[in-house]
């Protein structure tokens, strides 16, 4: 971790500071705004000064990645999965070399260190000014003194937006009349994709609705019309663009389109002549294409000719799989790069390494190694042009192990580690072809991440699955994930065919039905969504279908019901998402349809609002779905609609943004739907032993990297001991503090 000066440290890090006066009878607290403890020892004085600055860590589990927050600051990272959610165009620094892309997901510009892979985000939500970027961004250049710009498309600004590589500052250079953000003069986009530099550094946007190529000066933002849009202007002549989508500048000055060219077999590659704007056919490739169809996002020149990375589609519509060809524009000969034979749509394989699922974005790197960004893979290829071996860029995504795909709930092992329930997909596409659904590894599985390195392991997959782990029932839509006392899991799986409670043991990964329409008696299960666990052990379930609260008895799987439209007073629910477990026992339910939060009596079932547009002030919720409490005894609530987590007051229902798309941070969580809250470091008052070590609990989740250091003026502070926490309390002692008779100590997390 990188080093902070004190003020600042302590905004960021959670901290106990110790101080010890060793004098008899008087006593000297140096800490102010500081809880003051006093305990005597020995004879002596002992002062303890605690300095909390920091709330709790909050991990969201949405998408292919899971997210981590700072409950204080809102502030954003990943912490497990892929760092580049929705990657579509990546560009080269030309004098750098690193690359840079455009982020739909993130609505963010991201740097990757062409040498580690290492990936920062330069310009998005929370770093740099200006008009923020929509979720549509598309093309990605970088001119030659290093700014990145950026192609805001269709449904979004419709704008070339340049960004400050320095301070991610964002300024729009070029929006017609139609956008938002006007700038410049000249015809507006209309549906701008693809971007290029020319040589004299003015810019070059296909626009796919005009069916042309716009100029942009780069001084000026404005726009005149080089080549197409044959309803309007016309310019240029020769054969008509079609959906012209990605472009290229030759050293000469030519330009190249990707274009789909018309007809059930699109792929042709479309020369123009930069002066005047006249077409001609460079390469037609259709009847390389098989009859499921494909199509040419991004080109790039490459020494060996023109490099395209197309996509293959599904007659449905899903991506496939990919390869990228090198044609050669003299013969129109067209060789294959990189490929891996997918056993459906082709048996061709050229090159060795992660298989392309749906590769975008191409460009060429200083030393010639093609740069390809797979939106489907969601990470950054590095590809060989000679042998076609395929490396993915190494921090392109966070820790390894099984892929998540449609992360839901989330929940703390004994451990420390946080489970993550990955309900996989239940397209037809996916479910029809299980070569190709095992080839994207979207499955219904159960998964632990490690928070100190971003790794995942799997914990129980069913025999539906390529990668079973345990015995016992299959999951088919597992939603909501709970811890239970003896360290098991229970996990509700709303699957039609057979809606239940599964506990699952980590050790095995096998699974037991706890309860479902053939284990338990009571009221069935349709829909179950959230669940927890009670301090008894019992187990509390929010059915969706039933838009009630079930209470299940863990030995025998019977279900009651505690709070719904046959139990309980109060205003009844609409649609029942999230709930946590209230340290007064009582439990905190989330209703999406109402955009309220209930507190519903564990005895009566009786319930009461806490928090909606009635209750309490601040922003109010979009389609609240997860809930958790907080160790401060607040509640947090995260909202699928926003992405935002909204911290509740139990007491007066008041609401206050923890974090959304304009607070804290970081890259965005995209429908999120469970959250589940991390206990942070806390040192105890600490004990003088009779030699004079000072010797003092440290209270950690399981499994976490600590560093725990000392100092006697605060400004400068020296490593005591350095160790992963094996249990919830740890003793730490200092036997140098027999000598001392002053110290402060604090603890923090390191990765």
């Known amino acids: 971790m990188r080093s902070m000066n004190p003020p600042l ?8 500071f110790v101080e010890l006066r060793v004098k008899r009878g008087t006593s000297k607290a140096g800490l102010p705004l500081s809880t003051q ?3 005597p020892v020995f004879g002596f004085s ?17 998408g292919g990645r899971v997210s981590q927050i700072n409950s204080q600051t809102g502030q954003r990272s990943v912490a497990s999965g892929w760092i580049l959610p929705a990657s579509a165009f990546v560009a080269i620094d030309p004098v750098a070399g690193d690359f840079y892309t455009a982020d739909q997901a993130d609505r963010a510009v991201y740097r990757v260190n062409r040498t580690n892979g290492i990936v920062s985000l330069v310009s998005g939500i929370g770093v740099g000014t200006g008009q923020a970027f929509s979720d549509r961004v598309f093309g990605i250049a970088v001119e030659t003194n290093g700014s990145p710009v950026v192609v805001d498309g269709i449904d979004g600004r419709l704008a070339v937006i340049r960004v400050s590589p320095q301070t991610g500052n964002r300024t729009v250079l070029s929006a017609g009349a139609n956008s938002s953000v006007p700038a410049g003069s000249g015809l507006s986009f209309q549906s701008p994709f693809g971007i290029a530099v020319e040589n004299s550094g003015n810019l070059l946007v296909t626009d796919i609705s005009r069916n042309a190529v716009i100029r942009v000066d780069r001084v000026s933002g404005n726009r005149s019309l080089l080549s197409g849009d044959p309803f309007e202007d016309n310019a240029g002549s020769g054969p008509d663009m079609n959906s012209p989508k990605g472009i290229a500048v030759r050293t000469d000055g030519a330009i190249f389109i990707s274009d789909s060219g018309g007809g059930p077999y699109p792929g042709r590659v479309v020369q123009i002549n930069p002066t005047n704007g006249n077409r001609r056919i460079a390469f037609s490739q259709s009847n390389r294409f098989n009859t499921w169809g494909g199509d040419i996002s991004s080109i790039s020149l490459a020494t060996n000719g023109l490099v395209v990375a197309p996509f293959q589609l599904t007659a449905n519509g899903f991506p496939a799989g990919g390869k990228v060809w090198g044609i050669n524009l003299l013969t129109s000969n067209v060789t294959t790069i990189s490929t891996t034979g997918d056993g459906f749509f082709s048996n061709e394989s050229v090159g060795t390494g ?3 699922f749906n590769p ?3 460009a060429v790197d200083l030393n010639g190694r093609l740069i390809i960004s797979d939106v489907l893979v969601r990470s950054i290829f590095s590809v060989d042009p000679t042998t076609g071996n395929r490396d993915v860029l190494p921090n392109s995504r966070m820790g390894d192990g099984p892929d998540l795909y449609s992360a839901k709930g989330v929940a703390l092992g004994t451990n420390g580690f946080v489970v993550v329930v990955d309900d996989g997909d239940s397209t037809a596409f996916f479910g029809s072809f299980p070569d190709i659904g095992a080839y994207v590894n979207r499955w219904p599985l159960l998964l632990e991440m490690n928070p100190n390195t971003g790794g995942r392991s799997l914990l129980s997959a069913g025999s539906n699955t390529g990668v079973q782990r345990g015995t016992g029932s299959n999951f088919d839509s597992p939603q909501g994930v709970a811890r239970e006392n003896a360290g098991t899991f229970v996990v509700a799986d709303s699957g039609s065919r057979n809606p239940k409670v599964v ?3 980590p050790a095995t990964g096998n699974r037991t039905i706890l309860s479902s329409s053939s284990v338990g008696t009571g009221t069935k299960l349709i829909s179950p969504y959230a669940i927890v666990v009670e301090n008894s052990g019992s187990i509390i379930v929010t059915d969706s279908g039933l838009n009630a609260v079930l209470r299940i008895t863990p030995d025998t799987g019977n279900r009651s019901v505690l709070s719904g439209s046959s139990q309980g007073t109060g205003t009844t629910f609409l649609s029942l998402k999230g709930a946590a477990l209230l340290d007064d026992g009582s439990i905190a339910v989330v209703d999406s349809s109402r955009s309220t939060v209930f507190r519903v009596d564990p005895d009566s079932g009786n319930r009461t609002i806490i928090s909606d547009a009635s209750h309490g002030t601040g922003p109010g919720f979009g389609a609240p779905r997860g809930a958790v409490a907080e160790t401060s005894g607040k509640l947090l609530v995260i909202d699928s ?8 007051d139990l007491v007066t229902g008041n609401r206050t943004v923890v974090t959304d798309s304009d607070t804290g941070g970081g890259p965005r969580i995209l429908s999120p739907e469970f959250l589940v809250v991390a206990p942070p470091l806390k040192l105890t008052a600490p004990n003088r032993l009779r030699d004079g070590t000072i010797q003092f609990n440290l209270l950690s989740p399981v499994g976490r990297n600590c560093l725990v250091e000392w100092s006697t003026n605060l400004p400068a502070w020296n490593l005591l001991t350095r160790f992963a926490t094996t249990s919830a309390t740890n003793i730490v002692t200092d036997a140098a503090a027999a000598s001392q008779n002053s110290k402060f100590y604090r603890a923090r997390i390191i990765p």
């Open 354 to 356: 992660q298989s392309f």
């Open 46 to 62: 002992l002062y303890c000064l605690a300095a909390l600055l920091q709330a709790d860590i909050v991990y969201v589990a949405a």
């Open 641 to 648: 609609s926003s992405g935002s987590v909204i911290r509740v």
């Open 9 to 16: 440290l302590a905004q960021k890090l959670r901290f106990f």
């Open 503 to 505: 506990r699952v043991d």
């Open 360 to 362: 975008v974005g191409i």
């Open 37 to 39: 403890i006093r305990k």
